[in-house]
């Protein structure tokens, strides 16, 4: 229902600011460029600051005012919004997985997008770490203690979240390498995870409040921006990040909607966007805010010293890429739904 | 009608009404409907029917379907069998007493119509969660209301009471006093002029208003979200399911758990119609 109606909004603004941008000139460059940026839960406030510091750097550039409208939300969720017709400029997803069922589903960008921009058009990574209750009075600390008895575990629905699939996998591959590859552990391991999961939110943003403002659970999984955030907004004297010794390196790509921006004539502007998210500047921002930036040399020292050291490894070196890892695991009837049994005991 | 009908007069209106028009509100009541009502419904079900009556069945009948189908029916009517009881009541108190402030009641029981529905899960849920104000009193007994198949209910009761109070009020606004007298006076007691007068003269309005509340329960998903868990299997409603299978851009698989809960719905809403209807003969042959 609140999709509906940002939608809904969306798209009013957008056609009455198309409106507005291209009546007072004519033949030439329109003085505002309108963009819409379809983005996953928690870049909320990421992206309002490259809003404003992009849109003064357009200015500078081309003399025209931007004005970027994001949207936010579960990535799975936000992507069906784009393939039933949600007018994107750009979507800055939570994995790549997503911005393949756009493709596939609904045509809109070519199914190569993701060779279009450097770094697998991944401008900033994040990693996934553990949020725990001050003092961290059950003593976790690796991704084995989640699946102790006793342990409540809070993390959002892999079917609607992009951050709770990269969770989801990096205790997957955390086993593997415990184990030597031993996939049934991993199994095994996962399953007792979610087996301590008391609610299942359908956003990260969701799982926050959850764990932080109603008191559930003594651990979250969550984006390590996210983690930071959460302590900046709640208080650091309330709850302690936890580091497992190992992650996963979570990618959350970006990409230009094709069909969106050469129907609209925004292509120019979109993609000046995204390159945004690479230069200097841009990558500053990012790393302020909590995510890694792929070229540290331009970020900030301080803020690089706030991300702990974890070995990371990668969905292509562990699980064959996302095609591969999405059909394995979270399809409909895939390893996730299997944990899940008619015995009722799952929640307990 | 009641008041006609509690005196005892017959009053049969089988003829077409002497006023004319009829053709063209017969014929604009069908458009109407159809367009409002009909034409989603056969989207709908066009769209299940991708699958085919197999495939229907074959989704309905995964134990996680089951599963969802059945947290949903059972919570619905709990609840509303649970606001059959207390919505009577409330709509009692209203009728019947005058105190101060009965009029700002009377519009508060309106609030869950008003009220967004997604507002009203989060309130609940920050009042149920085990650190809110009702949450905390239960918690040290072990009760867990908040993300449990007990929130559910109490999400659906709450948006399920103005449904009862509505119906059931006004009936009990025309009902006479004088008949109560006269039960009195003829020797009955409290207890049976409550029973064999009151409530029976109630009993259409009531189930209407609980059919209401009930099928409204059965598709709400907004504020119950928020208090649920959305565990399978244990607190997973049936709409979630479906909003799940649409993020998964499985859309048949969605239409055709709708199509499966609109069907036991549809069933329900005419075994309680035939209820109301056995009732009314049985009231008006008394």
């Not at chain 2, 064999?196 to 979200?225: H, K, N, Q, W």
Request: hydrophobic letters at 50%; proline letters at 6%; one cysteine or more.
């Amino acid at each position: 229902m609140m999709g509906l109606h940002r939608r809904t909004f969306l798209a009013a603004g957008a056609a009455l600011s198309a409106l507005t941008a291209s009546w007072p000139t004519f033949g030439q460059t329109p003085a505002t460029v309108v963009l819409t940026n379809v983005s996953y839960d928690p870049t909320r406030e990421l992206y309002r600051a490259v809003n404003d510091a992009f849109a003064g750097e357009w200015r500078r550039s081309t003399g025209q005012k931007a004005t970027i409208r994001t949207s936010h939300g579960g990535s799975g969720r936000q992507a069906r919004s784009v393939i039933d017709g949600l007018e994107a400029d750009v979507v800055t997803l939570a994995l790549a997985g997503d911005i393949d069922a756009i493709a596939r589903e609904s045509r809109r960008l070519p199914e190569n997008w993701q060779s279009r921009l450097p770094k697998n058009s991944c401008p900033y990574t994040s990693t996934i770490v553990f949020v725990v209750r001050k003092g961290n009075p059950k003593g976790i600390k690796e991704w084995s203690d989640l699946a102790r008895p006793g342990v409540s575990v809070v993390t959002p629905n892999p079917k609607t979240s992009g951050g709770a699939r990269w969770n989801y996998l990096a205790a997957w591959a955390d086993e593997l390498e415990r184990t030597k590859g031993d996939q049934a552990a991993a199994r095994k391991l996962v399953e007792a995870i979610f087996r301590n999961v008391p609610v299942l939110d359908s956003g990260a943003r969701g799982s926050t409040t959850t764990f932080a403002q109603r008191a559930v659970g003594d651990v979250l999984i969550s984006w390590e921006n996210e983690a930071f955030l959460a302590l900046q907004e709640f208080g650091a004297d309330k709850f302690d990040i936890v580091v497992p010794s190992l992650s996963i390196l979570a990618e959350p790509p970006v990409a230009v909607v094709d069909a969106v921006v050469d129907k609209r004539g925004t292509r120019k502007a979109a993609e000046a966007y995204l390159n945004f998210l690479y230069s200097a500047p841009g990558q500053k921002i990012i790393a302020r805010n909590f995510y890694r930036p792929f070229k540290s040399e331009d970020a900030d020292p301080a803020d690089l010293a706030r991300f702990p050291k974890i070995k990371l490894v990668t969905i292509d070196q562990v699980f064959g890429g996302w095609k591969k890892a999405q059909a394995e695991h979270f399809a409909d009837g895939a390893i996730f739904d299997q944990i899940y049994k008619p015995s009722g005991k799952a929640s307990r | 009608m009641t008041v006609s009908k509690v005196t005892g007069q017959r009053f049969t209106f089988v003829r077409p009404s002497a006023l004319p028009g009829f053709g063209i509100t017969l014929g604009f009541a069908t458009t109407y409907l159809s367009l409002i009502v009909l034409l989603p419904l056969v989207v709908l079900v066009w769209r299940a029917s991708a699958l085919g009556l197999d495939g229907i069945w074959k989704v309905a009948t995964t134990p996680r379907v089951m599963a969802a189908l059945e947290v949903s029916f059972m919570t619905s009517a709990l609840a509303a069998l649970l606001n059959a009881f207390f919505g009577t009541l409330v709509a009692w108190v209203l009728v019947r007493y005058d105190f101060p402030g009965r009029r700002l009641l009377d519009a508060a029981v309106d609030l869950p119509f008003a009220l967004p529905t997604a507002v009203a899960g989060i309130a609940l849920a920050a009042l149920y969660a085990p650190n809110g104000w009702i949450g905390a009193l239960f918690a040290p007994w072990g009760i867990k209301i908040a993300f449990t198949p007990l929130g559910i209910f109490i999400a659906l009761v709450f948006i399920g009471l103005p449904f009862v109070v509505r119906t059931v009020q006004p009936v009990l606004q025309d009902f006479e006093r004088e008949v109560e007298e006269a039960s009195a006076t003829l020797g009955a007691t409290r207890l049976q002029t409550v029973f064999r007068v009151v409530l029976p003269a109630l009993v259409p309005a009531l189930v209407t208003g609980v059919a209401l509340a009930f099928a409204r329960a059965v598709g709400e998903y907004g504020s119950v979200i928020f208090i649920a868990g959305n565990i399978p299997f244990v607190s997973e409603i049936a709409p979630l399911l479906i909003v799940t299978r649409l993020e998964e851009f499985d859309y048949a698989g969605a239409s055709a758990i709708a199509v499966v809960m609109l069907t036991i719905s549809f069933v329900a809403l005419l075994i309680i119609n035939s209820v109301q209807a056995l009732s009314r003969r049985r009231y008006e042959g008394a």
